[in-house]
């Protein structure tokens, strides 16, 4: 039997024998800076005429990047025609700053929140307090967040027994509760410092970049064919929605999409550019 040509993979059948096409998200985290901020939007630039499912922006603990998040949120609705998902953590704050939050969001036209709980004030290895007058965990949040308007909620689901979790089963319990109070889109959260977090990095993986240190071509090398090959072993277990964290940069997403078969509109001949760069223009419903 003939092996399937990996290149054809952006579309999978389903059992009823249609096709169905691989959707993908991306995720950024609002800039700091303006060099950052030049970074950020090279890269949405560069991503957009993929054509996303939607594209996620961050929300810092406590609230500490609040203003910078929908300031980001709020250009991508009105400079791209990308579909936005904000961030939200209940950490540090009444159930009536996040009601207040919620509603500038979907004031502002946003109709997909991930809802998070977010990490201790404190940070990582730090115990998680609710606030006396806020939502209790990422549960509690996603059911005031449906209370308040019928946006698309995201949750995350942690890649091992989160830390603060006494078993995997209540890991799973609290993903059930989730989904239960009106999340209807899950993924794994990922980590930069997987050993803070109680998450291990598997020695294969590791030694993949053993001696290189001083070779960050390579290193970006091998990090596009490792996420190439995880991505394509999901795909042939049947996997289709896949989300990529960018870290505000293009470059490795945008191979992995090339190899998964996705390629920019070529139809797309509206832009506006906006002095950043030539990204598609919103469509008329939906602005």
Same mark, same amino acid.
Request: charge should be neutral; aromatic fraction near 6%.
């Given at each position: ?86 961030? +939200?953590?209940?950490? !540090? $704050? =009444? @159930?009536?700053? &996040?009601? /207040? ?110 001696? +290189?240190?001083?070779? !960050? $071509? =390579? @290193?970006?090398? &091998?990090? /596009? ?63």
């Amino acid at each position: 039997m003939t092996a399937e040509p990996r290149a054809s993979r952006f579309v999978r059948p389903r059992g009823d024998g249609e096709a169905r096409r691989i959707r993908v998200s991306f995720e950024f985290f609002p800039p700091k800076t303006e060099e950052m901020e030049k970074t950020l939007w090279e890269s949405i630039t560069r991503l957009a005429p993929l054509e996303p499912n939607f594209v996620s922006v961050t929300y810092g603990a406590g609230g500490s990047t609040r203003e910078r998040t929908h300031s980001t949120v709020k250009r991508i609705l009105a400079e791209t025609a990308l579909a936005p998902a904000a961030h +939200l953590t209940c950490v !540090a $704050a =009444t @159930r009536e700053e &996040i009601d /207040a939050v919620i509603g500038s969001y979907c004031g502002a036209g946003v109709r997909h929140i991930v809802a998070l709980r977010g990490d201790p004030m404190g940070g990582i290895g730090e115990r998680y307090a609710p606030h006396p007058g806020g939502y209790r965990n990422a549960a509690d949040l996603v059911a005031g967040i449906k209370r308040l308007s019928d946006v698309e909620v995201s949750v995350s689901a942690y890649p091992e027994k989160h830390p603060d979790s006494r078993t995997v089963e209540a890991d799973l319990d609290m993903l059930a509760a989730k989904v239960d109070a009106g999340a209807a889109r899950n993924f794994k959260q990922t980590k930069a410092f997987a050993a803070r977090c109680g998450a291990s990095v598997p020695d294969w993986l590791a030694e993949r970049f053993d001696g +290189l240190d001083e070779d !960050a $071509a =390579t @290193r970006k090398l &091998i990090a /596009a064919a490792v996420a190439a090959e995880q991505v394509l072993d999901l795909v042939d277990r049947g996997v289709t929605d896949f989300h990529f964290y960018t870290m505000n940069r293009a470059d490795l997403v945008y191979a992995v999409c090339h190899l998964l078969g996705l390629r920019p509109n070529q139809a797309a001949g509206n832009v506006a550019g906006h002095g950043h760069g030539a990204l598609p223009a919103r469509e008329k419903e939906r602005a």
